[in-house]
Nanobody, 128 residues
Framework: QVQLVESGGGLVQTGGSLRLSCAASGRTLSTLAMGWFRQAPGKEREFVAAISRSGTSTPYADSVKGRFTISRDNARNTVNLQMNSMKPEDTAVYYC?????????????????????WGKGTLVTVSS
């Protein structure tokens, strides 16, 4: 069983930056494809970014491309999401996710392929 715990959420002004972290336990991180998702109030959960086991593949949602960067530190069992140039529409609960078999690219179509493990989420609020 994999446990995922997010941290780093909070309140930030438009144009500001925030860094989210996800600590994984229960399994060696290098065996997992990892991703970040978000759910805004009244909206469905959506894919944000993913990273392959080696870190060489990093698909992003178009809405965050060029502003957000996902990274992983397999030695420390953590995955990070650096968010820059933030906008009010980035306001959401952000969830860390992991897949034990399928790829990071499969997380882009997660509703079809599924997600094995979810964290409980961390709230990010961007004020205008």
């Amino acid at each position: 069983q994999v446990q995922l715990v997010e941290s780093g959420g909070g309140l930030v002004q438009t144009g500001g930056s925030l860094r989210l972290s996800c600590a994984a336990s229960g399994r060696t991180l290098s065996t997992l494809a990892m991703g970040w998702f978000r759910q805004a109030p009244g909206k469905e959960r959506e894919f944000v970014a993913a990273i392959s086991r080696s870190g060489t593949s990093t698909p992003y949602a178009d809405s965050v491309k060029g502003r957000f960067t996902i990274s992983r530190d397999n030695a420390r069992n953590t995955v990070n999401l650096q968010m820059n140039s933030m906008k009010p529409e980035d306001t959401a609960v952000y969830y860390c996710a992991a897949n034990s078999v399928s790829t990071a690219q499969a997380m882009v179509q997660w509703k079809r392929s599924g997600i094995d493990y979810w964290g409980k989420g961390t709230l990010v609020t961007v004020s205008s």
